[in-house]
């Protein structure tokens, strides 16, 4: 499978816990954006990396949230000290500069 | 903040029907990009166009897009079941170099009966 993947695809967690997510994009791919995406509404960016370098973070990244790409490989998305607000689908998608972002199939996070 | 607007929020139709959707939005463009999602599931994407193209084709979908209107619409041709989806447009907005950060709209969601 080439396309974007994602692990977990489902998360149910305790107030409080701290989880992490991961995402590989499609090889080629140098960007790699990471969206949230809540009931009925359309996704909303939060952060994006140009190979290893993270070059924006939405203000919705409050400070619990730290996404890191080490190689400019596999990304992760960590959220510290998870609120039930945090409940949403958590997507990932990559491309080529200047090109359309192909998504993964989203993890799901329930916090309770 | 969500800077395309989908219009309708919802459409019903039946199989075989043509179904449009439009999109407006408010800042200039890089690019336009539509995206299917079925429920519960990750965003397909379906068309890009460029801010210096007026139309596009890809299969039964056709995308215009006017930048002097700051609109865009999606034509789904000889609608089928398996259409039914929620669709949403996006913009890559110029905002000094920060290039692929894109804004969803709310997306409509299309039913296309048997």
């Known amino acids: 499978d080439t396309g974007v993947s994602q692990d977990p695809r489902h998360k149910i967690t305790k107030r409080g816990q701290n989880v992490t997510f991961r995402c590989d994009p499609i090889s080629e791919h140098n960007r790699l954006y990471w969206y949230r995406q809540t009931l009925g509404q359309g996704p909303e960016f939060l952060t994006y990396f140009q190979n290893e370098a993270q070059l924006e973070k939405s203000r919705l990244l409050s400070d619990r949230f730290s996404a890191e790409r080490p190689k400019g490989s596999f990304s992760t998305l960590e959220i510290q000290r998870t609120e039930q607000g945090d409940s949403a689908m958590y997507l990932c998608?990559?491309?080529?500069?200047?090109?359309?972002?192909?998504f993964g199939p989203g993890t799901r996070l329930t916090v309770l | 903040s969500q800077q395309g607007e989908e219009d309708p929020q919802a459409l019903s139709i039946q199989e075989g029907e043509n179904a449009t959707m439009n999109c407006s939005y408010k800042?200039?463009?890089?690019?336009l990009q539509w995206y299917r999602q079925n429920s519960g599931r990750g965003l397909v994407h379906l068309i890009l166009i460029r801010s210096n193209e007026r139309e596009k084709h890809s299969g039964r979908l056709r995308v215009t897009l006017d930048t002097s209107k700051k609109s865009s619409s999606l034509l789904i041709t000889a609608s089928r079941a398996a259409d039914t989806a929620s669709y949403f447009c996006a913009t890559d907005a110029v905002v000094g170099t920060s290039y692929g950060k894109l804004t969803f709209g709310q997306g409509t969601i299309l039913t296309v009966h048997p």
């Open positions: 998608a990559s491309s080529l500069e200047r090109a359309g972002q192909f």
């Open positions: 800042t200039s463009i890089n690019n």
